[in-house]
């Protein structure tokens, strides 16, 4: 499989070739988006409206990609994202990932949807680990995999706030996509002891049954109290639930559309990042997902806000290419591609970056 | 037929799917639009340029698609549109779409040319049903169907005002589509007893022929004084005109272009509501006809101001695969999508459902 | 060859089947275009980006397309354009032409390269026939065809100012187009007695060849001098050569960039209209060449500003296909579509489609 | 291979038809952009959104396509751009390409990499001839082809900023394009006698070792005292970064992206030239490359304020096709070209073709 490598020039390379070697099933559960993924598209296609400007001059002796999150540094601005039930795709799963984190010295969060134990993910690397929750039908369930992370070590909770209800893409139910035995959440209670909701006639499965699970305000609020490490917040758009967030004291916010998994018809999320950035203020930790595909796409996200992005369906594609190897080689492209976009662009530090380096067609003539 | 229904994931793939269960004529008179189709197409291709926007603390225990429509209670905020001759596609006709429409709770507007009794159908649902109303050759000739209607307990007239003339469509044409006896209309006078037209040389066909049957703002007058029941208007979209028919004291308005069977080169409806919506003032009965495809749509012309929508071909696609199972099956996905977009969007009433859950890109950054 | 009319829906079947009877290289020659075909495309694209407003109420009982041009009554504001050499694709060639003019009562512009003597072509025609000029090399070869058009009865001279450059088309190169002999000018010179220009190494075979026979604004003047008929000028886009003319005292316009034939790049002559009609006032008599398939093109041009359209291309493709009585069925096919539109937008007249009856996206929300 | 011109009827035949004549390889490497190819596709795509005013009466005679660039007279504002390596393509290399450049009247500017002899290519044409140079690892390897083109009669040196970094195009890769000796520079140091760099693990393959190489302001201030010839500057875009320039006394600018062979994601360069000519004045010398396939495109970048246009893959798609006799008839079809767009656009001289001769349809109504 190493040889594959050789196809594999540019980041977005894994996603053309994944059907060579992947499952249909699998590879339509991963790629696909919500409705008519319109969202999906959208998030990549908002990059081609951004332009880059090079520049000549500058002195790169002592540049590099190095930056800090959280008072952490990180030696470069890139992220695994949450991304559940990785041992679909290799027999290795979330272990294998976290190896190729800790080899190229990359972030990674950790799905609560985990199908290996969070020790043994969290013991396979050294770098920058947080632990991302999906709020359970009730507290008691919900501490079962929070308690699990917090004694794995994990330095901060990302929590997701877009998909109360997801229901799975129609590429995967036209591929009759299940979620095979040794790829299910390996760290939830050990069977679904919540009650289960009855429903009245006139009532909603939609409204009265499945978004009386949703996590609110009071969730963020009561995990906060049960826990000393940072909250992170991924998915939230709206600018007054932002400030909501922010009053309530978290500790940086993912932008985020769940890739176009959740909502469809939101808009790209590289369209939304500007006025966010805006609103939290400079200092604040803002992270982007949803739409990177290449190191340019991670240049343009920072250029428009985001002090680092997170890499979700392209770790799936590497690690069903190659293991722990596809996905350090990914990481090794992305940064490749980010250095040379700094290069031309005359950007020696990240902090460089900013919206001076791109450009838009309507402000040229 | 009912296992059809596996590959009907979304309300649009009874659209996708048509040509595998309907006779080609069939499907190009349903499926076709006038001229070029421009607005055929322009109508759904409209949805595509409205975002949404996500949220995620609403409280959703109280939550429904519950509405109100002319003072009376809907469960959810979706109309049958009047579509003629539906014994076209199914045997029963008529009678299936209304036994679906009383299934799922769901209005229904029977149409002028129904290929059944108007007894029938009427008997065949306990919601909402009004009468759809083409005038006649004669003021004789359109007491026919309409003494009928009322008759038989229809709640309410709608008149269709954008088609004085209205052509088969190229494809229509090109499949040799030719109405069979049995879609026949079924409550109009026995035999055309209206005169012939005499046209003269200098004189059009068009102009001093069919256009003399054309209603006129008299008509509404007359028909406002012949009936108690409530008069919608289906159809009118110029400003002045709406102004003239609020004048004269109808009860709703239904923005519709003939679903782009009229004249082709009509903007798409979508784009004319929020100013329709803005001329007649919050509270009067507004429904949006032509384009809707899916929940999400069905959304968005809430949120732009329809107090509800009208859905036609699909409904079609659905008698034609499945009967009323099939009809009842396409008012569910439509209700799943809504109320999907509903909680995602954090919106736990029809009456939440505004301008400000929608957002144009122009505004993002 | 009559029943292919049975395919011919609208008017631009014509053209979608002109491939089926037409030989390649002379469907090459008549539908090709300058350059990359680029104002050619945008010619008919410019017609997408107007809407047009559908209205209820008006009264037809009066209606009609009849209008007045240059004095003198029209049964409707449509002309044949002047299009060369129609023994091409028609052994009558423009004597058919001007027998379907004259059964269908529609004006007609003979070319300088009519294939036939004017005489037998004007002949064949009691409507509106007006000449179009090219000037030759000399004014000795210049009076050559206008003689013999003044004596024919023509009614008004055209002059076309666009192409004092016209190369044949790409599409005409590879197919290797040569006009064949019986589609040869039959009104010019009898041979080429013009002498030969020399062009020296540093001259250019363009500047101080081909542009030496360029019509100039003297030459306009002098055929003002030469004959009382009326002056319409075609193809002259800027405003000031415009005032130049009008200061000149010619007769009337056509907007016009010879159907993308000349100068590729052009801006599509519909986008040009409405300044124009801003520039001559509203009542100097317009016309709108170039990019009309439809009746509700036909319609649009009006609504911008045209008195009246020129039919180019079209009327080659019924000609192709079925010789008179073709280009007699394109015309009423074009009227049809005309009075729909008419009818359905409520303009019982002419003078009725301005601009109210269109509309423009940006101005609906 | 002379016949071969009968399908290169506009110079861009020679880029459609490449694969006729082309190693897949070669034509790979030529053809190919930096990225995804985006700033290649818009770098023409520019060109569509520029429409060109026709006019009808200006004087013709004493028209020509004459200028004048650093103070020398130019029979076309046309220049062969500095392409390396162009033996790839014929055993001739930049000789044939200087012929061509000789018998058409053409400005040439031959590359740091030429693949021949710099004073034989020098000898082969009379017409202005320039140098560009890439600068080396050190002053003393930059000086060595410096010497020569300076000893070969180069009239000024064009230096290229944009390309510190430039990686073989994802096309070049998968074709496995290496370059063959015969090809390869012929001009500079013997052999690779630079010392490799060493990068330490911290540090980064293109910051601390490809960027050392990159050429500073210092360089260009070098340089200018180095030699007396002009000084024009290939590749720089940021404003401030040409105020550097400028300041700085560099005798003109070549507006660039390099063919997009550059960053991907840098705007056209048509957009951009406007606010250069701006910034630089009137009488500032201005050089646009990056996009021309043909005579049209000329007109177009002139009119938005070049003073002369550079072509490059064209070039050598013609060097290929037919050697010499290639790069001559591609230039007398772009100058043909040209020639007509002046014709039909009333600008009897290079000077008359300004931003009044193109039109920007948000203008026109």
């Keep these: 499989m190493e040889s594959s490598n050789k196809r594999m020039l540019t980041p977005s390379d894994y996603e053309t070739h994944?059907?060579?070697?992947?499952?249909?099933?699998?590879?339509?559960?991963?790629a696909g988006g919500a409705g008519k993924e319109k969202t999906l598209r959208d998030n990549t296609k908002a990059f081609?409206?951004?332009?880059?400007?090079?520049?000549a001059f500058a002195d790169f002796s002592q540049a590099s990609t190095q930056t800090t999150l959280l008072g952490k540094p990180m030696r470069h601005p890139t992220m695994l994202a949450p991304v559940a039930a990785q041992s679909l795709v290799n027999p290795m799963g979330e272990i294998a990932t976290a190896?190729?984190?800790?080899?190229?010295?990359?972030?990674?969060?950790?799905?609560?949807?985990c199908s290996k134990p969070f020790a043994d993910v969290a013991q396979a690397t050294d770098q920058t680990k947080w632990f991302q929750l999906y709020f359970q039908q009730t507290r008691a369930l919900t501490k079962v995999p929070l308690d699990k992370a917090i004694a794995a070590g994990f330095?901060?909770?990302?929590?997701?706030?877009?998909?109360?209800?997801?229901?799975?893409?129609?590429?995967?139910?036209l591929n009759n996509f299940a979620l095979p035995e040794h790829a299910a959440p390996a760290n939830l209670a050990p069977e679904p002891s919540a009650p289960a909701i009855e429903i009245s006639k006139d009532e909603s499965v939609i409204f009265q049954g499945l978004m009386t699970s949703a996590p609110t305000l009071d969730d963020i609020a009561w995990l906060k109290n049960y826990t000393d490490l940072p909250i992170i917040i991924k998915g939230v758009l709206a600018p007054d639930e932002i400030d909501q967030l922010l009053t309530l004291g978290i500790a940086g916010l993912i932008v985020s559309n769940h890739g176009g998994r959740a909502l469809d018809g939101t808009p790209a999320t590289l369209h939304m990042l500007p006025n966010i950035r805006k609103q939290v203020g400079e200092q604040f930790p803002l992270l982007f997902d949803s739409g990177i595909r290449s190191g340019e796409d991670v240049f343009?996200?920072?250029?428009?806000?985001?002090?680092?992005?997170?890499?979700?369906?392209?770790q799936l594609y590497a690690?069903?290419?190659?293991?722990?190897?596809?996905?350090?080689?990914?990481?090794?492209?992305?940064?490749?591609?980010?250095e040379l976009c700094m290069?031309?662009?005359?950007?020696?530090?990240i902090a460089d970056i900013n919206a001076s380096r791109v450009i838009d067609k309507d402000t040229l003539s």
Tied chains: 1, 2, 3, 4.
């Design 18 to 30: 994944a059907d060579d070697y992947m499952d249909p099933a699998a590879l339509a559960y991963i």
């Design 48 to 55: 081609e409206t951004i332009s880059l400007m090079p520049r």
């Design 99 to 113: 190896q190729a984190a800790n080899a190229f010295e990359t972030g990674m969060i950790v799905s609560t949807l």
């Design 155 to 173: 330095e901060a909770i990302v929590v997701t706030l877009d998909t109360p209800i997801q229901r799975p893409s129609k590429r995967a139910q």
């Design 300 to 314: 343009k996200a920072l250029a428009l806000g985001a002090d680092a992005v997170c890499i979700g369906r392209l």
């Design 319 to 338: 690690l069903a290419a190659n293991g722990a190897h596809g996905v350090a080689h990914l990481l090794k492209l992305l940064r490749d591609e980010l």
């Design 343 to 349: 290069a031309l662009t005359g950007c020696p530090t």
